[in-house]
């Protein structure tokens, strides 16, 4: 069958993928006049900056799969020694507490002594233990919902730093069912999350060779992110995929294929479907979308009292970032001999600052990482890349515009719809949401 993939993100190609092995003939169009999407390294004075994402994570294992088939398997980087991250409150960087995962610790003495969270804020969080189970069939914010189960402490300094970070909005909109579904298979089965966590955090641990804890799940390229992107671009067209930059497709009108991914993004589906599918194309303008904007900033070793070897910091309370990585000590290679490279995100929910013009936006980061750094001179490379409403945010009610949407393509099964507006934003999420849209759009009818 002839197969038309619409975005040269990592969805589209992952999709073309698919389709070439499945044996079908491939085109993909691209708007822009490079491959990758959001994926998007630029090496520059030997740093090697990452301008959207830069790790993948292990568990989910269409990431690692994909860079096997590409025999990019040597490639593959863990990040730099233990996993120092902090979290800044009331003006304090205190180290994450060990064993901490996206909301609820998996170990409880580290979480019993942290000075992140108050006396009050643990008892609070304590109470989990004995409250009985409060979800009813509804989604809910996950906000809402773990403020009644633990407290305000916990989301403020915990869920909200760093789940908000990954999703592109507060937890207070977040939904339960679409971002963290565990939870309610948590509640359900062991009715107090905290209880869960703590024995599921054994199972791994027990499960974990040498007794060392599990190791981070981070995993980049030697290179960075966009080494992927390369690979698969150079094997789609030796496997003779035919691919189209700076092509936009404004319309399926006249679209002659099979079989169509739209791996475009959730605005560019949604006026792609108006016409032909006005119910899927009504439930992608639900999904709210919000941006971000990446700050690079790299300063020579001399400029800090002592150069960091922790990983960075997530904010929890008002700053002009929402965290800081420092990718350097993240990553081996990322900077030359004698610098160190930074990484400062400003997400729109951070507010008037997020919209801010270049300059001054750049001015108050370098104010306060320097502060909080330590730093003193000026950076001597600074980059600004700005991800402007194309990040897709699963709020409450989520999987019900998932499935309007899927029931608006229910009469045209060669139609698809791929990648992070639907099913999951990680790089992983979009290979194996890419790859499988393709084979349900290429399956035998
Ligand atoms: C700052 C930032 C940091 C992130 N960090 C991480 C991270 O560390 N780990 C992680 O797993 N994920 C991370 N993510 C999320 C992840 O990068 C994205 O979810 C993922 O890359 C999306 O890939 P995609 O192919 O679906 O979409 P995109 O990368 O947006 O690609 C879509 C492509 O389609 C093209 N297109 C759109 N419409 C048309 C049209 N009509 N015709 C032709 N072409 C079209 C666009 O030009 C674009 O190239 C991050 C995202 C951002 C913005």
Known sequence: MRCLVVGGGITGLAAAWEATRLGHEVSLVEASDRF??????????????????????????????????????????????QRTVYLRAEGKLRPLPQGMGMVLPTRLGPFVTTRILSWPDKLRAGLDLVLPRLL??????????????????????????????IYGASVNDLSLDAVLPSLRENEAQYRSLMLASLSQGRAARAQATGGRGPSSPFRSLTGGLETLVTALVAALREAGAALHPSTRLDSLADVDADAVILAGGVESSAVLLRGPAP????????????????????????????????HGWLEAGPAPVSGVTVSSAKWPGRAPGGSVLLRGFVPARLGAIAD???????????????????ITGDPSLT??????????????????????????????????????????????????????????ALADR
């Open 136 to 165: 009813g069939e509804e989604d809910v914010a996950i906000g809402a919902f773990l403020r009644r189960r633990l407290g305000a402490g916990i989301v403020t300094k915990f869920a909200d730093p760093m789940v908000g970070g």
């Open 279 to 310: 119910e899927a194309a009504g439930a992608l303008s639900g999904i709210p979308l919000s941006s971000s904007t990446v700050v690079t900033l790299a300063y020579p070793e001399s400029a800090f009292r002592e150069p960091p070897t922790h």
């Open 36 to 81: 990758g999407g959001k994926v998007s390294t630029e090496v520059a004075d030997g740093f090697t900056i990452e301008h959207g994402p830069d790790s993948f994570v292990a568990y989910r294992p269409a990431g690692l799969r994909l860079v096997d088939e590409l025999g990019l398997g040597d490639q593959v980087q863990a990040v730099t020694g």
């Open 356 to 374: 801010a013009a270049d300059a001054d936006l750049q001015a108050r980061v370098i104010e306060h990482v320097g502060t909080v750094m330590g």
């Open 383 to 440: 980059r600004i890349a700005r991800w402007q409403g194309v990040m897709p945010s699963y709020t409450v009610g989520h999987q019900g515009r998932v499935a309007a949407v899927e029931h608006g393509l229910a009469g045209r099964p060669r139609w698809r719809v791929a990648g992070s507006a639907l099913h999951g934003v990680g790089i992983p999420d979009c290979i194996a949401d890419g790859r499988a849209q393709a084979a349900a």
